[in-house]
């Protein structure tokens, strides 16, 4: 079996997420937690997208960010060994 994954990501897919980023400011995007509603709606407004999309960037952002932390370490381990169906998750 080969380790090659093949995905075709069409070139419009990132444009999106890309026109929030640069809608904010560097410290907000150091720092996301200072966002508050106004600035979400100034991100929104200059990216010509949604607060509700804003808000879902941010939310898959502090996601990723916490699957990262739970990487390192043990828990790395203990995802892989789940997904390889060594143990951790019961059997039904």
Same mark, same amino acid.
């Not at 994954?5 to 997420?17: E, L, N, R, Y």
């Not at 600035?39 to 952002?61: C, D, H, P, Y």
């Given at each position: 079996m080969s380790d090659d994954?093949?995905?075709?990501?069409? =070139? =419009?897919?990132?444009?999106?997420?890309e026109a929030i980023i640069h809608s904010m400011t560097k410290q907000e995007r150091t720092n996301p937690k200072i966002l508050n509603? !106004?600035?979400?709606?100034?991100?929104?407004?200059?990216?010509? !997208?949604?607060?509700?999309?804003?808000?879902?960037?941010?939310?898959?952002? !502090?996601q990723m960010g916490k699957m990262m932390k739970m990487m390192q370490g043990d828990g790395g381990k203990q995802m892989m060994q789940m997904m390889q169906g060594k143990g951790g998750m019961p059997k039904i």
């Open positions: 994954i093949d995905v075709d990501i069409d =070139d =419009d897919a990132f444009k999106g997420i509603g !106004s600035r979400k709606k100034r991100i929104a407004m200059g990216s010509g !997208s949604t607060v509700v999309e804003v808000n879902q960037l941010i939310k898959q952002f !502090s």
